[in-house]
Structures are given as structure tokens and as C-alpha cells.
């Protein structure tokens, strides 16, 4: 299971950094991304991992937002700097492996002033 946490209120400008914690190891791990879905909205994809540590990132967040995982804590996280309100949404980790495809709660980010 996965459980993100990290989420709040913050200004514009303001930064955050999400969590994504794992309760074990997952074995063939092809993807680890984080996704985010704003009222009204379709889920998007905010950024990924794949594989061996190759990064892709929307282009809405590029320069901004930087992925990043931590092996021995079995934990993604989602570094967001000069954050704006249209960044407000749920986000959501993700991880992708041969057997499983497994999703967070979520957590709820509003970037308001």
C-alpha cells in the first residue's frame, strides 16, 4: 500500500514537499510517478520515475517540481517550489510494477494567497 502525505495550504511562491510512503519493498518496480487531479479536471501526470532513474515531468511543472525516491525508506517524494494556484489539486503517488499497479489516497494541496 501507499500513503502520501505532505499536503496543505500554502501561498504562491511557497514550496511543499510531498511524501509517498510504501509499506514494503515492491519488487520490479517499472514506474514510480506522481499524478494530481483538480476539480473538474482529468487526472494528470505531474512526474515520473522509470526504471533506473530517468525523470519526466509535465511541462506545466518543469523547473519546479523535482522527483525523487529514497530506496532504503521505500519512499517517493514530490519536491514543489514556486508553486501556483493552479498547482492546487489532489495529488496522487503512484507506482507501477510487473504484478501490481498500486495508487495513494491522495493528498490535497492548495495554493492560495
Known amino acids: 500500500q501507499l500513503q502520501a502525505s505532505g499536503g496543505g495550504l500554502v501561498q504562491p511562491g511557497g514550496s511543499l514537499r510531498l511524501s509517498c510512503a510504501a509499506s514494503g519493498s515492491i519488487v520490479g518496480v517499472i514506474t514510480r510517478s506522481w499524478y494530481r487531479q483538480a476539480p473538474g479536471k482529468q487526472r494528470e501526470l505531474v512526474a515520473r520515475i522509470i526504471g533506473g532513474g530517468t525523470t519526466n515531468y509535465a511541462d506545466s511543472v518543469k523547473g519546479r517540481f523535482t522527483i525523487s525516491r529514497d530506496n532504503a525508506k521505500n519512499t517517493l517524494y514530490l519536491q514543489m517550489n514556486s508553486l501556483k494556484p493552479e498547482d492546487s489539486a489532489i495529488y496522487y503517488c503512484?507506482?507501477?510494477?510487473?504484478?501490481?499497479?498500486?495508487w495513494g489516497l491522495g493528498t490535497q494541496v492548495t495554493v492560495s494567497s
Open positions: 503512484n507506482v507501477i510494477s510487473r504484478l501490481r499497479n498500486l
